[in-house]
């Protein structure tokens, strides 16, 4: 059968073709339509008849479809046509057009072959197929495949990146970004995301074929096909080069003091971090103007230029070449190579060329600091806090000076900002311990009490002994933890001695300044609560320093009655070395009086000191308060004091500080 002869088929023909079909009048109105046909789309014969074919069947047929099938003598086939179905998803189908006769009547068959694996193509994919034109429409679209080449990209793309399609199509991702050598960081980090099968999504710098930057914001998404090699990457952008012009300015403002042009903090922090990556020696000069306000209300009047910008000019005239930056109101940072007799020697050049108000030369006075990296210090929070110790030691001695910090010093500042650092994990991971120190009471021979002491051995700094971690502590306000991780322990530790039918008082050690926090008795009473442990086994002791300081607060000494209204005892702690005055002996509870240890070690000594400490013994019984002597060790300094009539002894006699469980067998002795 030759290929233009008009075949004749039967009215039954249709019913036995295999495939969906239907057939066409000339007009294009559907004749007749067979069981698979309606199956595939869902309608009836009866639904489809009479009615014009395109509008009928399918959505997505090319233009002039019609008037082709129509005007065709041979048969045509259209592939991945789209058919509505009457649920309302897609099929998708080839299509066979054939023109015959039935009847003697010219009819077009129209067969459909379900395209590959016959799928139904869903609403959905349409709904995706729709939402990718609409990201191609409205933003730049790359297309990259697997090993990093540029397989597509849209014309929003070309517009702004200036390529062509036939230069930039086989490029890899790297053309698209500055340093197109391989050594973007940021192209390194989108490239492993995207093999790390996720979405990378950010700001980026760009560059147009001829190495203009722009910027975007990027969205890169990995698809997957059926082979690794069928992986895509599309890169979606989105234009954000003007936004980031004003950033950027932004940012420069946000640098810079404005009322001198120098940098400020911000940026001299960036400054320094680069120039120790990069283990550039300098000296970090921090200037601080003496009694700035008093100065600056003397200048207030003047129309002239400021104080401050004039100083800027000196420094800038001084220190050429180095770099410089505005840290506070009358603080400035300079950076620089100069030995540090020439920094120095910027007192002497401001007194060569004062600033001057009203024609009278302002009395400009600085402190300063000469801090060095490497040698002293390591980075930039560690500068700064150098630059502070030094300024404050300055000022100390009266300020106008600009010195450098010994090695020594520095070496010791460092193992402080060491020692707060750690200090904080120790308390956060419970790392601290107590030991106990019996004291002796000489009436009965037993040990009565123990004094609750800090101990703390760090793994990277070794032991802390009190006398210095004491001081840090209270400096950075970690004092109060400590104090409430010892309070918590002894109270434990005075529970488990009541309950084992030990007799024993937990004397602890406290702070003035953990006594400023209004709540400090509330929070004692509260872990005695907790721990169930009883208030008269409780014991604080306070120094005189502390009594003096309490003296003058009354919400120290209202704190303190509540506490002794509870049951707790106050013990004043090394009595004897602090100030002589007995007021707070009226204001405040203290029923104990601890003789401090330098007067008991020169006991022996002499004449003189045998009687203050006698006298020292009955001035505290004739208070009623009980007298106990601290530091004693050895049995002739017992005895002594046993003659003097003194209540109890604590000292290496007795025992050092040790564990519980050392207390016990001591207690049993
Ligand atoms: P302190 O309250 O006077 O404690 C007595 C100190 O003298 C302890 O030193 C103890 O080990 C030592 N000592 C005891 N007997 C003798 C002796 O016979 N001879 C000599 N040479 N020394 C003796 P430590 O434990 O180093 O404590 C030093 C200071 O640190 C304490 O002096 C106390 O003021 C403070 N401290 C210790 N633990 C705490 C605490 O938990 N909180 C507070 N706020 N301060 C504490
Ligand atoms: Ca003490
Ligand atoms: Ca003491």
Known sequence: ????????????????????????????????????????????EHHLQEQPIQSTFFSTAPPRFLELIMDSKDSLRFNELQLSHKDDHLVSVSLLTKPCVVL?????????IPTENSQLVDRSHQ?????????????????????????????????????????VLGKTIWHLFPSADGDNKIVKAIWKTLQNRQIWQGDVEKVTKNGQPYWVHLTAIPTFGATPADTQYIFIEKDITADK???????????????????????????????????????????????????KELHANTEESSLIIDFTKRLKMYFQDSTMARINENDFVVITPLPEWFIQGFQTYLQQNPIYNNHSAVPLSISGGITRFPEDQHSFTQLMKASLATIATVREAGGNQIIALSKTTHTALNRKALIEKRLLLALNQQ????????????????????????????????????????PIAEETGLINRIGSYVIEQACQQAVIWQKAGFDLTISINSSVREFRDKNMAKSILQTLERTGCPAHLIQIEITEKFALEAEAETSIIKQMRQLENEGITFALDDFGTGYASFRYMQLLPIEILKIDQTYISSLLQSEKTKRLIDGMIHFGQSMNLTVIAEGVETAEQKELLTSYGCDAIQGFYVSKPAEAREIEKLYQA
């Open 431 to 470: 790392n601290l311990k107590v030991l106990y120190q019996p004291q002796l009471n000489l009436k009965t021979g037993k040990i009565s009490a123990v004094e609750a002491l800090v101990r703390w051995d760090d793994e990277e700094v070794g032991v802390i002994a009190p006398h210095e971690l004491i």
């Open 245 to 295: 012009k004003i950033q950027l300015q932004l940012e420069k403002i946000a640098y810079i003091d404005t009322e001198t042009g120098l940098m400020n903090t911000h940026r001299l922090e960036h400054v320094i971090t680069d120039m120790i990556e990069e283990q550039r020696h300098f000296s970090f000069v921090y200037l601080s103007i003496d009694k700035f306000y008093t100065l």
């Open 1 to 44: 059968m030759s290929p233009f002869t008009i075949q004749q088929i039967s009215p039954e023909f249709l019913k036995q073709v295999p495939f969906p079909s239907f057939l066409l009048n000339r007009e294009g109105v559907v004749l007749h339509v067979n069981d698979a046909c309606e199956k595939l789309i869902g309608f009836s």
């Open 127 to 167: 709904n995706l197929v729709d939402f990718y034109n609409g990201i191609h429409q409205s933003f730049m679209t790359v297309t990259i495949d697997h090993e990093g080449f540029i397989i597509h990209c849209n014309s929003d793309f070309l517009k702004t990146s200036q390529w062509t399609p036939k230069r």
């Open 104 to 112: 003697g009547k010219p009819v077009i068959l129209c067969m459909m």
